[in-house]
Nanobody, 124 residues
Framework: VQLQASGGGLVQAGDSLRLSCAASGSTFSNYAMGWFRQAPGKEREFVGHIRRSGGTTYYADSVKGRFTISRDNAKKTMFLQMNSLKPQDTAVYYC??????????????????WGQGTLVTVSS
């Protein structure tokens, strides 16, 4: 499956932004999906995960209550709604696909397919 993330940009602290991840080339609903981010000079970190049906989501503590992941399997697209953005949310955001559905969903190594990333910059 090929993935393409989009929707990043420059926003101010407290603003909202919605990222999209469009899939092609394979059956999107076969994959659980995740969002990761990588800030300058830091390792890639888990943001959140959504199961294949979209019925269950998991989030990193740092974004819980502010970010929401959803997906539209008919349109082969996943979304990341980011509210109450903070300067520390500044990073390149990546979407990824996996067949892992239980343990290890927060580990980048368990995701086989990756999008190219989209930059989110939050100014104070």
């Amino acid at each position: 499956v090929q993935l393409q993330a989009s929707g990043g940009g420059l926003v101010q602290a407290g603003d909202s932004l919605r990222l999209s991840c469009a899939a092609s080339g394979s059956t999107f609903s076969n994959y659980a999906m995740g969002w990761f981010r990588q800030a300058p000079g830091k390792e890639r970190e888990f943001v959140g995960h959504i199961r294949r049906s979209g019925g269950t989501t998991y989030y990193a503590d740092s974004v819980k209550g502010r970010f929401t992941i959803s997906r539209d399997n008919a349109k082969k697209t996943m979304f990341l709604q980011m509210n109450s953005l903070k300067p520390q949310d500044t990073a390149v955001y990546y979407c990824a696909a996996t067949t892992v559905v239980l343990s290890g969903i927060n580990q980048a190594v368990n995701y086989r397919y990756w999008g190219q990333g989209t930059l989110v910059t939050v100014s104070s």
